[in-house]
């Protein structure tokens, strides 16, 4: 993505009908699994972008955000979330964790 895109994701990602659903499907998929809010688990949000989805899936456990793009993550930072630079390819994360 270009650094403008970030930008407007960060502005909109509350609010957006694409997040919201997104968020909605998500949702709807712990459930439909047994996976409850507070259920402990580790998560990684691989292309985390502007870090919009962090909040949403704290409430699911411990969160590790990767994400390639600088401006992607100095968004973030700004949300008070600090992800690591990465890409799915190479996370950095341990095996087997998440």
Known sequence: MQAHEYTVMFHVEQ????FAARRLFLEKIFD????KKGSGLWIADIGAGSGGMESFLCQ???VVGVEPNQTGRNLARKRGILLRAGTAEKTE?????F
């Open 93 to 97: 994360l341990p095996s087997n964790t």
């Open 15 to 18: 609010t957006h009908w694409w």
């Open 60 to 62: 699911y456990g411990s």
């Open 32 to 35: 439909r699994v047994g996976v």
